[in-house]
């Protein structure tokens, strides 16, 4: 059974860095196919795509905030680290992190994480 | 970034009946290799969303077969045959094809 937790700080103050940790289970993060991604969802709104990782460290990002974006993957520990710099108010939402499994996009979502964004 | 929109934004069902959300897209979804790379998912309120439907017509695993999806190129539409008290929530379809990858305003299914 394919399970994932994101996990993290739920309080950040304007200009920090926010560190997200994806647990996995049931599948490797190393496996030919396999993809982790990370969402966002702010009260009452539809989710955001903000990166992806690739069994083969392929990295993908949002353009509109790469350059506060980072996604790792730590295979030993079977983990998916995303990092988003320079928060601000409007980064508060509900981060998610989801497996993208062979054809399947986003085939599993974990149970998110809420995250806010105040001084 | 590519564009989606969905209608309705608010569909009031009765269990038994047939429902149907439109998605449309600002660009085709249409890939030279045949599919369309649009998904359907579902988030049940307090909970995470779930894949439904993805690659435009096939249904994740587990998904009940009352759910189906169709469409190409620029338009799609996702049907529930008979709608059951547990279909409640919010549909969003997303485009895979274009990168950011992008989510619809979603559909707010509920019973009348």
């Known amino acids: 059974q394919i399970t994932l937790k994101a996990s993290g700080p739920t309080l950040v103050k304007p200009t920090q860095t926010l560190t997200l940790t994806c647990n996995c289970s049931?599948?490797?993060?190393?496996?030919?196919?396999?993809?982790v991604g990370w969402m966002r969802q702010p009260p009452g709104k539809a989710p955001e795509w903000l990166a992806l990782?690739?069994?083969?460290?392929?990295?993908r990002y949002t353009p509109s905030l790469k350059t506060r974006l980072t996604i790792t993957k730590d295979t030993s520990k079977n983990q998916v680290v995303l990092t988003l710099s320079d928060m601000d108010p409007v980064d508060t939402a509900t981060y998610y992190c989801?497996?993208?499994?062979?054809?399947?996009?986003?085939?599993?979502w974990g149970q998110g994480t809420l995250v806010t964004v105040s001084s | 970034d590519t564009v989606m929109t969905q209608s309705p934004l608010s569909l009031p069902v009765t269990p038994g009946e047939p429902a149907s959300i439109s998605c449309r897209s600002s660009?085709?979804?249409?890939?030279?290799?045949?599919?369309?790379?649009v998904d359907w998912y579902l988030q049940k309120p307090g909970q995470s969303p779930q894949l439904l439907v993805y690659?435009?017509?096939n249904r994740a695993s587990g998904v009940p077969d009352r759910f189906s999806g169709s469409g190409s190129g620029t338009d799609f539409t996702l049907k529930i045959s008979r709608v059951e008290a547990e279909d409640v929530g919010v549909y969003y379809c997303?485009?895979?094809?274009?990168?950011?990858?992008?989510f619809g305003p979603g559909t707010k299914v509920d019973i009348k």
């Open positions: 989801a497996a993208w499994i062979g054809p399947r996009p986003f085939d599993s």
């Open positions: 049931g599948f490797s993060v190393s496996s030919n196919g396999v993809g």
């Open positions: 990782i690739y069994w083969d460290d392929d990295k």
């Open positions: 660009e085709s979804l249409l890939h030279d290799n045949g599919y369309n790379y």
């Open positions: 690659l435009g017509s």
């Open positions: 997303m485009q895979g094809l274009q990168n950011p990858f992008t």
